[in-house]
T-cell receptor
Framework: GIQVEQSPPDLILQEGANSTLRCNFSDSVNNLQWFHQNPWGQLINLFYIPSGTKQNGRLSATTVATERYSLLYISSSQTTDSGVYFCAVEPDTGRRALTFGSGTRLQVQP | DAGVTQSPTHLIKTRGQQVTLRCSPKSGHDTVSWYQQALGQGPQFIFQYYEEEERQRGNFPDRFSGHQFPNYSSELNVNALLLGDSALYLC????????????FGPGTRLTVT
């Protein structure tokens, strides 16, 4: 099956710093989503981005489908950005099952 | 517009028992998928239901079974519980044949003792 690798696995930032999270995937995809998992386990949708670039406030994402990677940018980080960020993809098979990476655990310190 | 809902929030069971978890999809969605997330890992796909049938399945034993009702809500059943079944169980909903994002419920945290 498709493989999804996220890097770095852990990241510690000072408040106000910028960061880039990376997601590599091994095959063509129909869907790529970025999620933020809060301490209670809820997966919060950040971006639906099978290709191209999107921005939402301090967050932006870029997916280069031909090169099989996606980047999530967090600017001017805040303590509320702490948590685990997951990349998840749907292979180009017509079946809508997501394969998740192992996540990036972000800790933003005041 | 109600999002994906799941019940119960938490559950404690004993090894060998059976458990049923429930999920209601986001309004307008027809496909429900279930995921298991062990501590410190990403969610793993269990199975997916569409039109009341299992559409595809991940690498999980037959102890894991499910059902989808005519109103698109779904149940996940786990028989003969093992300690290793302790996890957060997440439900996601989407549309079967239209591109678009999937939405997740808040999850059910199952502890097997």
């Amino acid at each position: 099956g498709i493989q999804v690798e996220q890097s770095p696995p852990d990241l510690i930032l000072q408040e106000g710093a910028n960061s880039t999270l990376r997601c590599n995937f091994s095959d063509s995809v129909n869907n790529l989503q970025w999620f933020h998992q809060n301490p209670w386990g809820q997966l919060i949708n950040l971006f639906y981005i099978p290709s191209g670039t999107k921005q939402n406030g301090r967050l932006s994402a870029t997916t280069v489908a031909t090169e099989r990677y996606s980047l999530l940018y967090i600017s001017s980080s805040q303590t509320t950005d702490s948590g685990v960020y997951f990349c998840a993809v749907e292979p180009d098979t017509g079946r809508r099952a997501l394969t998740f990476g192992s996540g990036t655990r972000l800790q933003v310190q005041p | 517009d109600a999002g994906v809902t799941q019940s119960p929030t938490h559950l404690i069971k004993t090894r060998g028992q059976q458990v049923t978890l429930r999920c209601s999809p986001k309004s307008g969605h027809d496909t429900v998928s279930w995921y298991q997330q062990a501590l410190g890992q990403g969610p793993q796909f269990i199975f997916q239901y569409y039109e009341e049938e299992e559409r595809q399945r991940g690498n999980f034993p037959d102890r894991f079974s499910g059902h989808q009702f005519p109103n698109y809500s779904s149940e996940l059943n786990v028989n003969a519980l093992l300690l290793g079944d302790s996890a957060l169980y997440l439900c996601a909903s989407t549309l079967a044949f239209e591109p678009g994002e999937q939405y997740f419920g808040p999850g059910t945290r199952l502890t097997v003792t």
